[in-house]
């Protein structure tokens, strides 16, 4: 039997660790939690845009609709084309890709427009060839290249 002058419970010091672990617990998965949805958005994004551009070059290279294809890139967006450049395409074709305000799109690319010759699906020109950037406001980068033989490749 107990003892009447002892009282079971938790005294005001154990309550405030219990209560101090649980917010540094809380704290660090809410971390990890935001920095894996950051790396989650630029990977997606990333593996549209390679898909879309491979896309492009698939829909030259089997000369659909007799035209060439492109993609157009701007800072948060991106537009998958027909036509012989992105300023004579054929806006009517034009399926526009919007990434959000939180990334950001740039290219090495010149006028940032890849675009595929009908029947070859190769680059048409040395400007077509470079390194799209997508960049992540809060955290985190990613580079997607295309090389003189129409190579899709994220980095």
């Known amino acids: 039997m107990m003892n009447p002058k002892f009282k079971t419970g ?19 998965g809410a971390s990890l939690y935001s920095s894996l949805q950051t790396s989650t958005e630029i990977n997606e994004l990333a593996a549209q845009i390679v898909q879309n551009v491979r896309l492009a070059q698939g829909q ?16 948060h967006r991106y537009i998958l084309y027909q036509g012989a450049s992105y300023a004579l395409r054929d806006v009517a074709y034009d399926r526009i ?7 950001t799109l740039s290219t090495t690319i010149v006028d940032n427009d890849v675009h595929f010759l009908t029947g070859l699906g190769l ?3 040395p400007g077509s060839i470079g390194t799209i950037t997508i960049v ?20």
Do not use: C, W
């Open 10 to 28: 938790f005294t005001m010091v154990e309550l405030l660790i219990v209560i101090g672990i649980m917010v540094i617990v809380v704290s660090a």
């Open 60 to 75: 030259s290279q089997s000369g659909l609709n007799n035209n060439e294809h492109g993609v157009q890139f701007e800072p």
């Open 97 to 103: 890709f919007d990434v959000g305000e939180a990334l």
């Open 123 to 125: 680059p048409v020109n």
């Open 136 to 155: 992540h406001a809060v955290n985190g980068s990613r580079f997607i290249s295309v090389n003189s033989l129409g190579v899709v490749v994220e980095e």
